[in-house]
């Protein structure tokens, strides 16, 4: 069924849900393979539309208070179910509560590595420590079996340069291209529960060779400026102004695929 977003524009209302989404291709049901990107406004918890062990790899950033641990709890089970076997879970978290989210994840996931996330801009002030904080630690979990081949892939990951602040919990796009690049494979369906802005989703599809990608956010206003990027991305237009941003930049320059830039596909 279409329905109208806050934009205007049409959304569709997963018949299995009680959320509504956006989708690359609204005239195909969320889970259709040919689906590029899939935005569903809702809780994580309710997405039981997600099929058990359909996903190649989670990547995430929920909000880092110690008062959101039981997220976490719900995050753990949530990517046991929907992971494939050997599937991976990247959750980028707070210093302070790292050893309770290690915890948590850990009674339902395998843990891997840790993967710092270096920011360009400037230091964080941790008052209670006195610490000038210049990056994030990024959480390595799997679903067993786990068992990495090929590549050997970096733990030190730059976040490169923000290029629009449109929120204030939102992370650079290059950044989350660099994980993708890096941890996941071409073709794979990669999610991110607590999506905000859709960083990880424009990340995804920026870096193309066929990946697939799901974001869910109970927050309606970041859903419309993912939907809002989203577009963006998928036309090209968001590669030019990062590109414009960050000229040099390797992994934000356009790159020429034979349908012209990555990202602007047939159906993306
Ligand atoms: C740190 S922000 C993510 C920011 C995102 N990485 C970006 O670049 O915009 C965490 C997000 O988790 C969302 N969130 C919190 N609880 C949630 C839940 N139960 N289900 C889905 N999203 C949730 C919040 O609305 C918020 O947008």
């Known amino acids: 069924m279409l329905v109208k ?131 994030k630690p990024v959480l390595y979990f799997a679903k067993p079996p786990h068992n990495p081949t090929g590549l050997f892939r970096p733990d030190l990951i730059s976040s490169g340069q923000k290029t629009k602040r449109e929120h204030e919990w939102q992370q650079s796009v290059v950044g989350f291209r660099r994980l993708i690049h890096h941890y996941t494979q071409p073709n794979s369906l990669i999610l991110d529960p607590c999506c905000g802005t859709g960083t990880t989703l424009v990340a995804a599809i920026m870096e193309g060779e066929g990946r697939r990608t799901i974001g869910i956010d109970v927050d309606g206003r970041a859903i419309e400026i993912a939907f809002r990027k989203l577009q963006e991305a998928s036309g090209g237009l968001l590669q030019l102004r990062m590109f414009a941003l960050e000229e040099g930049d390797p992994m934000t320059a356009p790159r020429p695929t034979r349908a012209g830039l990555n990202g602007r596909r047939a159906g993306a």
Not at 20 to 43: E, I, N, T, Y
Request: hydrophobic residues 40%; contains cysteine; aromatic residues 10%.
């Open 5 to 135: 977003s806050l934009s205007g524009s049409e959304i569709m209302r997963v018949e299995t849900g009680t959320g509504a989404c956006h989708a690359s291709r609204p005239d195909l049901p969320p889970l259709d393979p040919r689906q590029k990107w899939v935005l569903w406004h809702g809780r994580f918890q309710d997405a039981g539309w997600i099929p058990d062990e359909s996903v190649d790899a989670i990547i995430t950033d929920p909000p880092y208070g110690r008062e959101w641990l039981p997220l976490y709890e719900d995050l753990a089970d949530f990517a046991a179910r929907v992971l494939k076997p050997g599937g991976i879970c990247l959750v980028m978290t707070g210093q302070l509560i790292l050893p309770n989210v290690i915890e948590i994840l850990r009674r339902r996931l395998q843990y891997v590595w840790l993967i710092s996330y270096v920011s360009t801009g400037h230091a964080a002030l941790v008052w209670s420590i006195r610490v000038m904080s210049h990056s």
